[in-house]
């Protein structure tokens, strides 16, 4: 049919850093704005109970590597959110460093200009740090949107971010593939044309 859409992809990659309490309601809020939601996380920054947490909210296995990739492929991104980003995190991306999954796949996202959102959450003792803030001026250069750091009980970083995936929503309606019918609907026309 014309003008249907499938759901538009959201990347999220989660860091082991604090806050997380308000992952829960992000994720919920983009499954609202239509959103698929993948969680991508690095290395140890799930346990076992969080991974599953995470994959009955997002009805999708966590990402750490690459080893479920044959069992259930990870769709295309439309977008990526990074909540909570590390400083570690924050600083690698922001000088290109591959070193696992969530990284490989954030680089590749700038690279070809998708849309990224970023919570970052450092150890208060890390924020001022000058290399982190020159990695958030250089993310910033570069097209990410950077909300204010996120701290314990603070919601407003959150609520940034996911008015950040709302702004995307009206412009993220990817067309759905076409079904068999579909397809054989289009080639008559072309065969008749």
């Not at 859409?5 to 992952?23: A, G, Q, Y």
């Not at 924050?90 to 990224?116: F, H, Q, S």
Request: with cysteine; aromatic share 6%.
């Amino acid at each position: 049919m014309p003008g249907t859409s499938r759901s538009p992809v959201l990347h999220l990659v989660v860091c082991d850093t604090e806050p997380t309490s308000e992952l829960a309601p992000f994720i919920a809020a983009c499954q609202e704005l239509t959103w698929e939601v993948h969680v991508v996380s690095t290395p140890d920054a799930l346990d076992a109970a969080g991974r599953t947490r995470l994959a009955d909210l997002t009805h999708h296995p966590v990402r750490e590597d690459d080893g479920t990739e044959a069992l259930d492929p990870l769709p295309p991104a439309d977008a990526f959110a990074v909540a909570p980003a590390s400083f570690d995190l924050v600083n690698k991306w922001a000088y290109g460093l591959n070193d696992n999954l969530a990284l490989r796949l954030l680089n590749e996202a700038t690279g070809i200009g998708l849309p990224v959102v970023v919570v970052p959450a450092p150890d208060p003792g890390l924020a001022r740090h000058p290399a982190f803030r020159e990695s958030l001026d250089r993310l910033r250069h570069w097209g990410v949107t950077v909300t204010r750091p996120a701290d314990e009980g603070d919601r407003v970083p959150w609520q940034a971010a996911a008015q950040v995936v709302a702004a995307w929503t009206r412009f993220a309606r990817v067309p759905a593939q076409p079904t068999a019918d579909r397809s054989r609907d289009d080639e008559l026309v072309t065969q008749s044309g």
